[in-house]
Antibody
Framework: QVQLVQSGAEVKKPGASVKVSCKAS????????IHWVRQATGQGLEWMGW????????NYAQRFQGRVTMTRNTSISTAYMELSSLTSDDAAVYYC??????????????WGQGTLVTVSS | DIQMTQSPSSLSASVGDRVTITCRAS??????LNWYQQKSGQAPKLLIY???SLQSGVPSRFSGSGSGTDFTLTISSLQPEDFATYYC?????????FGQGTKVEIK
């Protein structure tokens, strides 16, 4: 069965960086894009960007440009999202999600369990 | 960026009720509209994609309709396990913006 298993909770100081991993299993990793979505406590969902595991291409939401990097390691079917220059506004649960189908405008059919990132001095 | 506006923000309903949630896009998104259900402490779950296609394994009491800018999610007969927050999301263009959510609570 398809699973996306994310790394554990992180506590970071303001100005630091965090790198969250998302290990995929149960499907061919390189065939489906991975998106990242975050959710602050009690708030809605915010799309951050996506990456193409096959070509190692990525596209980021404008508001995260310059601060976010999405990469992958195909040998271990794992995607990564690194966010730098953290502030208290970045405290949230971060989710990875797999697209339902390859190609334009796909929804997300499987999600990781979420990784809580706390930013505190 | 395309803005997605859901209404209502919350609603109270009873088991067996018919529930309708609307989502409006700030510009036309054709049928590239998805609906997710999120329960407390869990990741979102895909219910409907491409405005009206039911995701595999999702009960048939969930349905979606609409195109262009106006969309609707309907639960034909609310069940106890349906109390959750529902989000629409457009996948027409990046960023793939979400609505602010509609919380469905027990009356």
């Amino acid at each position: 069965q398809v699973q996306l298993v994310q790394s554990g909770a992180e506590v970071k100081k303001p100005g630091a960086s965090v790198k969250v991993s998302c290990k995929a299993s149960g499907y061919t990793f390189i065939n489906y894009d991975i998106h990242w979505v975050r959710q602050a406590t009690g708030q809605g969902l915010e799309w951050m960007g996506w990456m193409d595991p096959y070509g190692d291409n990525a596209n980021y939401a404008q508001r995260f440009q310059g601060r976010v990097t999405m990469t992958r390691n195909t040998s271990i079917s794992t995607a990564y999202m690194e966010l730098s220059s953290l502030t208290s506004d970045d405290a949230a649960v971060y989710y990875c999600a797999k697209v339902l189908y390859s190609g334009y405008a796909s929804p997300f059919d499987y999600w990781g369990q979420g990784t809580l990132v706390t930013v505190s001095s | 960026d395309i803005q997605m506006t859901q209404s209502p923000s919350s609603l109270s309903a009873s088991v067996g009720d018919r529930v309708t949630i609307t989502c409006r896009a700030s510009q036309s998104i054709s049928s590239y509209l998805n609906w997710y259900q999120q329960k407390s402490g869990q990741a979102p779950k895909l219910l409907i994609y491409a405005a009206s296609s039911l995701q595999s394994g999702v009960p048939s009491r969930f349905s979606g309709s609409g195109s262009g800018t106006d969309f609707t999610l309907t639960i034909s007969s609310l069940q106890p396990e349906d109390f959750a927050t529902y989000y629409c999301q457009q996948s027409h263009s990046t960023p793939g913006t979400f609505g602010q959510g509609t919380k469905v609570e027990i009356k």
